[in-house]
């Protein structure tokens, strides 16, 4: 292929670029360059792949159409690589914090999570008269359970009874991979048992709580989407983030589904069924993390864990209307998670209000253990959403071409949204210029990828890929395409980004987007044996996600609002390393002037009480 070699790019040093509203540098939109896939075409696709005639032929054709030669293979990077996004602590002084202490439980940093919410009415569930749509929390729960109004054990009974009825509707929504009745129940009656003593340990106790199928939760196995991959990684024990919501009582109420591997973002999975957006279960819920986004979404758990390597979690809950929070990369811990994807993957959550995804990141953060990589120990601080005093002088930078690189319905929701949030706070709009934005999301692919393919390789050896689905099949071909100089060459870039952005918080405080360039689309007949490949509305739906992973920054979603068609929308923060208080701020902020349009979805079970 020497003949045939495609020009790099050489890039000029960050100190050149410039950063302002002005900048010449290039918006360069993607070019994706894949035809979508299902059924019959897919299975093609992947014997061309997979062909010793045809298939190093195809790989260099699909670099070269999707400018990985031109930006990656033969660019010429003069910055070190990063390999591990770790950042070292920085004191921020945010506004409006309170440290808590590290050594804290879990049940104790809920309790001081509690504590920093505002004070909500303590009458009973009968009592609420709701004038707009709202789901209930966990707050709810826990007041409902202490009033002795419901029972854990009659809450565990309906959820059990919801599911099966979901399984059973015309288009079964697929929820969950694995769930067992007994198992919950057995939760129930023990936590049912310590409010009838008086004794519940946390808010958390007796409130279900669902498991993306990539973290380890006894009793069950961790499939990661397969039909195989716990018959070769058996699950020995809770994952760290799992023990620690147990050890607060939470009934961890089974395994959502999730695309096959995290392989894309519609979260179709052929093996267990696609999980369907509860707005319109003719849609994609949105992957990886989809089963997740959707029992949050229907009603089932005011929150569940994700995984989110490339979006995994923002998107689907951006889709599915609920809120989906990535920490900075170490702040929770990641061990007992499948690990597919190592330094770029990150344990986040789904939740229905800020408020609850903010209890469940206070029972999960904490020291990491021992064996995982991180720099001196970061301090925990929790964002005090009762304070009466709203923070101020927060600027908003944006890179207006990129945020208006989505539809005109999502373009002109986020815009009113930001408008709305400034002018109730007297926050400010900055604008800026990120270069090189379609050069960092194939970076990211390269070292997802090579990441992928090198934790599956020995499996690969074993098994072959005939336990695959199709469009999973793909990818993993894909992903072993990359070579060595490739992984270098993206972690440069890596550290070149890191540097960029640092410039960027440096005249802003956050970067606002929207979460997703597109609402949810339509699963398509041929995608539910096979999957699908769609990379053209995959890299529409992620365009926005990827500095969160490759540069392990924090990212919050928040819903804002709906298309014509009643498909949520959602508004992304993405903050400085460490700046989770920062961004639960703005996302409660952003909630509070969103809450009274939320709407119920078309997929609604009411597990806790009548509304």
């Known amino acids: 292929m020497g003949l045939l070699r495609a020009a790099g790019v050489v890039y000029k040093p960050v100190e050149q670029l410039d950063l302002g509203p002005d900048s010449n540098e290039i918006y360069v939109e993607a070019d994706i360059k894949a035809p979508r896939m299902g059924g019959l075409l897919a299975k093609i696709f992947a014997w061309i792949l997979e062909s010793r005639i045809f298939g190093a032929l195809a790989f260099y054709i699909l670099k070269r159409l999707n400018r990985v030669h031109k930006f990656i293979s033969n660019a010429t990077v003069e910055e070190p690589p990063m390999f591990v996004p770790l950042h070292p602590y920085v004191d921020l002084d945010e506004q409006e914090v309170i440290e808590i202490d590290s050594d804290a439980s879990p049940a104790e940093r809920v309790q001081q999570a509690m504590n920093c919410l505002p004070l909500t009415s303590e009458n009973s569930l009968d009592a609420f008269k709701f004038s707009c749509f709202r789901r209930w929390t966990i707050a709810d729960y826990s007041r409902a359970y202490r009033n002795g ?29 694995n769930y067992d009745a007994e198992d919950i129940l057995r939760q129930a009656t023990e936590s049912t048992l310590r409010y009838e003593r008086g004794a519940p340990i946390s808010a958390l106790d007796g409130v279900p709580i669902a498991v993306k199928d990539e973290i380890d939760c006894s009793p069950y196995p961790t499939t990661g989407g397969t039909k ?15 023990a620690r919501l147990r050890s607060c009582g939470a009934i961890l109420v089974g395994k959502t589904n999730m695309h096959e591997l995290g392989a ?46 490339g979006g995994s979690v923002r998107m689907p809950a951006s889709l599915s209307g609920v809120v989906g929070f990535k920490p900075t990369f ?12 190592w330094t770029v993957g990150m344990v986040g959550v789904l939740a229905g209000t800020l408020e609850d995804a903010f209890i469940v990141y206070a029972a999960i953060s904490g020291h990491l253990p021992s064996h995982e990589p991180t720099t001196l120990p970061p301090k925990i601080h929790f964002p005090l959403l009762n304070s009466t005093n709203p923070i101020s002088n927060i600027k908003l930078a944006i890179y ?43 970076a990211h692919y390269v070292t997802i990828g090579s990441e992928c393919s090198t934790a599956l390789s020995s499996h690969l050896e074993n098994l072959g890929r ?18 060595s100089n490739e992984y270098i060459k993206a972690q440069k870039l890596r550290y070149r980004h890191m540097q960029i952005h640092n410039k960027i918080f440096a005249k802003a405080d956050v970067i606002v987007t929207p979460t997703t360039g597109m609402t949810a689309y339509s699963i398509s007949k041929n995608a539910l044996k096979t999957g699908e490949l769609d990379y053209v509305n995959g890299g529409t739906i992620i365009r926005y996600q990827i500095a969160g992973n490759f540069l392990g920054l924090p990212a919050i979603t928040v819903p804002v609002g709906y298309d014509k068609a009643g498909l949520p929308i959602g508004l992304q923060f993405i903050g400085k390393p460490w700046s989770e208080p920062t961004l639960m701020h703005l996302a409660f902020a952003m909630q509070a002037l969103c809450i009274t349009d939320y709407r119920k979805p078309k997929v609604f079970y009411d597990i806790l009480g009548k509304k």
């Open 228 to 242: 195989w991959l716990h018959k070769v990684r058996p699950c020995t024990g809770d994952a760290c983030c799992v």
């Open 330 to 341: 170490g702040r929770i811990p990641h061990s007992g998670v499948l690990p597919l994807n």
């Open 264 to 309: 894309t973002p519609s979260g179709i999975n052929p093996h267990y069924g696609p999980p369907r957006n509860p707005y319109d279960p003719s849609r994609i819920s949105g992957g990886s993390s989809s089963g997740s986004a959707a029992v949050v979404c229907a009603g089932l758990c005011p929150a569940a864990l994700g995984v989110d390597g």
């Open 466 to 483: 005939s336990e695959f689905g199709w469009d999973a099949r793909v990818v993993v071909d894909i992903y072993g395409a990359f070579n």
């Open 400 to 442: 207006g071409e990129w945020f208006n690189d989505c539809n005109e319905e999502i373009r002109l929701c986020c815009s009113n949204a930001v408008q709305l949030l400034c002018e109730r706070y007297n926050w400010k709009t900055v604008e800026v210029t990120i270069p090189e934005l379609e050069v960092m999301r194939l």
């Open 149 to 177: 109004e419901i029972t854990p054990f009659k809450v565990a009974e309906r959820f059990i009874y919801a599911v099966h009825e979901s399984s059973s509707r015309p288009l079964s929504i697929a929820f969950f991979i």
